[in-house]
């Protein structure tokens, strides 16, 4: 099952079409229950898409579905990637598929951007998040600095001031 | 097969496996600056291919990184370049997945995704100037790129027909 969702997803969009095969045609877990798992798989480190064929694998079959949830979200796509990648390659002497993939790469840009606008207005909610957001977007974007350390500082940064604003929210 | 390629790999990608935080577009200004710009494995063109190659082929984004392994060093490269991405991230998560239940909706961990939040934003968005620059498209890259972010912001269009319309519009302008 994952592994067709793996073949057949393109450019995002996966989580919700999961959760209408998992959820409403399988019923295999309530709508709750996968909406707890997504939050997880968000939370924490890794592809987004990745984790969720994990927990799912997990949620159902325990540590072998797991592990089969990501071989199938994985090693499928994977191969197929890297046919694609040898069609191409000799592809690309001609000037106009060159041209074509510089124009895929345009628009998937776009697509890349687009998320990040979203996130960043998700992320948004007052002048400190924004701080944080535009000084890793400068330090990684502009400067070109490693990610290690600047994800090393920004994030525990960002996870202090967030619990921070809780507790004052709380109280 | 070059044994001191393969070690460099696992060492590129592993740290980064962990800090992937907002999903895999995050990484790829670090990928660039690593592959493109530190190690010169491959070209500033090529890595614009293989994303977009990436993009063009079905399945998570993040396979990007087993393509660049391929390109570095064959498909022991692939493999290698893999396991350090997908592997850390991945044991994290069915370790996690065990206490999840426990823990949902804590205050801490709403702290950890609010907190996280504005960091994956710059990320993502610095993956997109990165990638920008990276274009040989020159002002058309830059139009075509907001061209579909508006298009994917304000209208329900599928990212695959943007995609499809960026390439044409690139050969029709030739």
């Known amino acids: 099952m994952v592994a067709r969702i793996g073949l057949t997803s393109f450019g995002g969009g996966v989580s919700g079409w999961m959760m209408r095969v998992v959820v409403h045609e399988k019923r295999w877990m309530t709508e709750a229950e996968f909406l707890t798992g997504l939050a997880l798989c968000q939370v924490f480190p890794g592809i987004n898409v990745l984790n969720l064929a994990i927990w799912l694998g997990h949620k159902l079959h325990g540590g072998k579905g797991a592990l089969a949830g990501a071989l199938a979200m994985l090693v499928p796509p994977g191969i197929v990637l890297l046919l694609l990648a040898l069609v191409f390659t000799d592809l690309t002497q001609y000037g106009w598929v060159s041209r074509a993939l510089d124009g895929v790469a345009a628009a998937a840009i776009g697509l890349g951007a687009q998320m990040g606008v979203r996130a960043a207005q998700r992320a948004a909610t007052a002048l400190l998040p924004i701080v944080i957001m535009v000084a890793t977007f400068v330090a990684i974007g502009l400067l070109r600095w490693p990610l290690v350390p600047v994800v090393l500082v920004m994030a525990p940064l960002g996870i202090a001031l967030a619990a921070w604003r809780e507790r004052r929210n709380a109280a | ?174």
């Open chain 2, 1 to 174: 097969m070059r044994p001191d390629r393969l070690l460099a790999l696992l060492l590129v990608f592993a740290p980064l496996s962990l800090l992937t935080i907002g999903g895999g577009q995050s990484a790829i200004s670090e990928y660039h600056r690593q592959v493109v710009a530190q190690y010169h494995w491959i070209s500033e063109q090529l890595f614009l291919y293989d994303f977009a190659i990436s993009r063009l082929a079905p399945g998570p984004g993040s396979l990007l990184v087993t393509l660049i392994g391929w390109q570095v060093a064959g498909w022991p490269g692939a493999l290698v370049a893999s396991i350090a991405i997908f592997l850390p991230s991945s044991i994290l998560l069915y370790g996690l997945a065990k206490v999840w239940a426990r823990y949902h909706g804590r205050p801490f961990l709403r702290a950890i995704e609010r907190g996280l939040a504005p960091v994956a934003a710059g990320l993502i968005l610095s993956a997109s100037l990165t990638l920008l620059e990276a274009s040989r498209g020159g002002w058309l890259a830059w139009v075509v790129a907001a061209g579909s972010t508006l298009a994917l912001i304000l209208t329900r269009v599928s990212p695959f027909m943007v995609i499809g319309v960026g390439a044409l519009i690139f050969l029709a302008t030739t």
